[in-house]
């Protein structure tokens, strides 16, 4: 009979077995020197494509990772089978340092940032000039996303032979941001894949845009279907026989000139977590007058110091404009 109370002793007492083994935890973790760096090309469902070297292969993210996720354009550390030969999976145990994120979220009220594609050298901004109409306001998010992410923009306009791009290329001038106008008679003769593909030349660049401006569809032009498949790399089709891109992906140009990463087009550009801060950077002759900015400054409100900075001459007022208008987009949808 088992003694309880006050005479009992420790070998009376039950202990409850580590149900991970009795083996002591440790804080400590391996190294992986012996890891191979990698470049995610696709995500999908927890399986991460992965070019190492000249070969593609599939990986899982290790459990030591936790929570944190890679996404398209990660460089990764990769052990385990790296063959690539089907059926083989390796692991990715280590992602390293980003130098630029392409960010979103859902809505602005969403507090839940999703990163779209990382150490991207600059984001495409593809839109109609017509079928469909231009969204400016989508433009304005696109362009925030980019200065808060550390990517440069570039203005991608097509369908030219419906509608003159001179309105919306002067909305946008006071910024500088270079583009392309193309028209679907150019993309056919290849000359307007062409005058893209200059734009891209040694750069990794992300294309966004909402559904039906072509965005695919240039990119389909820039990369040859051959390309796609040595690469693991082909968008799915859908029922009425239309690319579409379900999940973004990254695809080598051709003579390796550059990547393009090919994102699924979007409805809204969430900004709930851009900071202001970060998007007056990329107006460097702005910046230098917001010293005098009280703490927490919007830069529009009656007390901001960037209008008397431009008053003293130093800024051209339509570049502070620009600047309060691409803020303002984070108080406001693409529709209004």
């Known amino acids: 009979m088992r003694r309880y109370g006050k005479n009992t002793d420790e070998d009376d007492i039950r202990q409850r077995p580590n149900r991970k083994g009795n083996r002591p935890r440790t804080n400590i ?31 899982v993210k290790a459990r030591e990772l936790g929570r944190k996720a890679a996404v398209v354009g990660d460089r990764v550390g990769i052990i385990g089978d790296l063959s690539g030969d089907k059926d083989t999976l390796a692991r990715i145990i280590r992602i390293e340092p980003r130098t630029s994120v392409l960010r979103r979220t859902a809505d602005d009220d969403d507090p839940y940032e999703r990163v779209v594609v ?42 030219s032979d419906l509608a003159s791009p001179d309105e919306l290329l002067e909305l946008y001038g006071a910024l500088g941001v270079p583009y392309v106008v193309t028209s679907r008679e150019e993309l056919e003769n290849g000359s307007a894949v062409e005058r893209v593909r200059k734009q891209l030349d040694g750069k990794i660049t992300a294309f966004v845009g909402h559904s039906g401006v072509g965005k695919t569809t240039l990119v389909n032009a820039l990369v040859s279907l051959e390309r796609r498949r040595s690469t693991g790399i082909v968008n799915a089709v859908t029922g009425r026989g239309r690319h579409t891109t379900t999940s973004a992906r990254a695809i080598p140009l051709p003579d390796d000139s550059g990547w393009v990463v090919d994102t699924p087009g979007v409805r809204s550009f969430g900004l709930h977590h851009v900071d202001p801060s970060r998007v007056i950077k990329a ?11 009280p703490r927490a400054c919007s830069h529009d409100e009656p007390d901001c110091a960037l209008d008397q900075w431009v008053a003293d001459g130093h800024a051209d007022p339509q570049r502070l404009y620009s600047l309060r208008r691409l803020l303002a987009t984070r108080e406001r949808t693409e529709g209004d």
Not at 283 to 293: A, N
């Open 283 to 293: 107006f460097p002759d702005l910046e230098p007058g917001t010293v005098d900015c």
């Open 29 to 59: 973790r391996p190294k992986h020197e012996e890891a191979v760096e990698g470049m995610v090309l696709t995500v999908d469902r927890g399986r991460l494509t992965c070019l190492v070297e000249d070969r593609v292969v599939m990986a």
């Open 118 to 159: 990382a150490n991207a050298d600059q984001l495409a901004i593809v839109t109609a000039l017509a079928d469909p109409e231009p969204r400016p306001r989508l433009i304005d998010r696109c362009l925030v996303a980019a200065y808060d992410g550390g990517l440069d923009p570039l203005l991608v306009l097509t369908k």
